[in-house]
């Protein structure tokens, strides 16, 4: 499925509508460069899954993992942007939420192919103009 945003919040938009569409233990892979609003539409899934933004948990032991935990399905944010190597899931502790009915978001997903070849989703985001994205939204 394709969309046109022109806004980070019509990106949240897109973003709270196809979180619905989702079961627990999915795995979707966000696609693109620094900037074309991976975050921003993770945020958008976070709302559109109920969860209010006080229930962001900032992890405190891997600071690329963070956590939306609300009453519903939680929400596992992932960003590996500042991996520097290709490393093993458990060092992060990713096969716990993989287990678990989480749903889980991962930004710079193909730095960790491990994790990538498990990818339910995949949402591409590209910059087409200063507020215009294309997103791009596959089943793998
Ligand atoms: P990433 O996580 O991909 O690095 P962010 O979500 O952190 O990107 O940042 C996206 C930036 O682009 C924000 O500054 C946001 O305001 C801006 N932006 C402009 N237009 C859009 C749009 N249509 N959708 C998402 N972000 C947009
Ligand atoms: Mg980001």
């Not at 919040?9 to 619905?20: G, L, P, R, V």
């Not at 209010?52 to 942007?81: A, M, W």
């Not at 939420?97 to 997903?109: K, P, R, T």
Request: net charge neutral; aromatic share 8%.
């Amino acid at each position: 499925m394709k969309f046109t945003s022109k806004s980070p919040s019509q990106t949240q938009k897109i973003a709270a509508a196809f979180s619905k569409r989702l079961r627990p233990g999915s795995v979707i892979g966000l696609v693109g460069d620094l900037g074309a609003g991976k975050t921003t539409f993770v945020q958008g899934m976070a709302k559109g899954l109920g969860i209010d933004p006080e229930y962001y948990v900032n992890s405190p032991t891997f600071t690329l993992v963070n956590e939306y935990r609300g009453r519903g399905t939680p929400l596992i944010h992932v960003d590996l942007y500042r991996i520097e190597k290709p490393m093993e899931g458990e060092t992060l502790g990713l096969e716990e939420y993989l287990a678990s009915d989480a749903i889980v978001a991962v930004e710079w997903v193909e730095r960790m192919p491990e994790l990538e070849k498990r990818m339910t989703e995949s949402v591409e985001i590209r910059v087409a103009g200063d507020n215009r994205r294309e997103i791009e939204i596959r089943q793998c």
